[in-house]
């Protein structure tokens, strides 16, 4: 009886060793596949940088080239981020013209994904996928509109979050408790609306709102003719 104990307990182990021995090769195969399509994805969004690869349409010179200026370059940036959720960068350019385009992998072919006009609008991509929206409104009262968002698999916007400010005189640049403030549809308190907006802006050393946790841009402006 003991023996067969013993037997039947080695064989156990044995069978538990093999198990744990073929998860671990599983999820390290996985994560090389993973790894594989994300240095495909980053190689083709390099090329499309570089001028040698276009995609659904645009290239890097249509968007580094000002609006009736063919011959005139403007300073174009980028960054890679994941906005859909896949573990594979997405490749967002904010080029000449106010034109916000991000770019996605599939199936081994680059395309289009998503396409924000931002003039005289800021989107903001940011390090966990979402974005963060502002609008400046300086035509009546003086105000600021923000709407954080992420997208879907499809590039449709879902999980929005808007917040305002807007002032009631010429102090512009000073948050005042007469100004009007709104959340998520609610109006509210200064100190509420503050508590409330610290997951998506952060105060400056000179007091100044920023974007919280936004993605780093690289500045590029050169490609081959």
Request: hydrophobic share 30%.
């Amino acid at each position: 009886m003991v023996e067969n104990l013993t037997m039947n307990k080695k064989k156990l182990i044995a069978v538990i060793a093999i198990l744990t021995a073929c998860i671990s090769l599983g999820i390290i195969s996985l994560f090389v596949q993973k790894q594989k399509k994300v240095d495909q994805a980053v190689k083709m969004y390099q090329e499309f940088i570089e001028g040698e690869r276009t995609a659904s349409g645009w290239d890097i010179k249509t968007l580094s080239t000002p609006t009736g200026e063919p011959e005139r370059r403007v300073e174009t940036k980028y960054t890679m981020v994941d906005v859909n959720s896949d573990g594979i960068p997405e490749l967002h350019i904010y080029g000449a013209r106010s034109e916000y385009v991000i770019f996605s992998v599939k199936d081994g072919e680059m395309y289009q994904f998503g396409y924000f006009q931002s003039y005289m609008r800021e989107y903001h991509p940011l390090e966990n996928g979402a974005f963060l929206f502002k609008e400046n409104d300086r035509f009546e009262d003086y105000g600021e509109y923000y709407e954080y968002f992420e997208l879907d698999a499809t590039g449709e916007p879902i999980n929005e979050v808007k917040f305002s400010w807007v002032s009631r005189d010429t102090d512009y640049w000073t948050y005042q408790e007469k100004d009007i403030y709104e959340f998520d549809g609610q109006t509210c308190t200064y100190e509420e609306w503050y508590a409330l907006t610290r997951k998506y802006l952060r105060t400056s050393v000179t007091g100044d709102e920023e974007v919280r946790n936004a993605a780093e841009w690289t500045r590029y402006c050169t490609f081959k003719r």
